[in-house]
């Protein structure tokens, strides 16, 4: 586990999906219901910005081609996208949000 400081909690705002980058990895963060969750901000599909789509409940649509994914449990949830999408560990510390980025 590696959990790094990846925004202060303040700048999150419910319903909205934010982007970052944490070295190679670009990280989708949402706040919904009081809950963070963090996934990887590329389609599995053909690399779309996942950050740039739309929140409808718990899933995330790709603006690109539309495919839905978990954002809890990043499961490609329909086509075109065959395949999940990582999602992230993320915990508050103080006013911090970090996110396990791993190694
Ligand atoms: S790139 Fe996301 S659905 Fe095609």
């Known amino acids: 586990m590696a959990f790094k400081k990846i925004a202060k909690i303040q700048e999150i705002k419910e319903g909205k999906i934010y982007s970052f980058s944490w070295k190679h990895l670009d990280i989708a963060i949402v706040k919904t219901n009081n809950e ?8 599995s599909h053909d690399g779309g910005s996942i950050s740039e789509g739309v929140l409808e ?13 978990s954002m809890k449990s990043g499961e490609a949830l329909t086509m075109p996208a065959t395949e999940n999408i990582s999602v992230f560990p993320v915990r508050v510390q103080g006013e911090d949000l970090e996110v396990d980025v791993g190694d």
């Open 57 to 69: 409940g718990d899933k995330v649509i790709c603006p690109r081609h539309f495919a839905e994914f």
């Open 36 to 43: 963070y969750y963090a996934f990887e901000d590329i389609c």
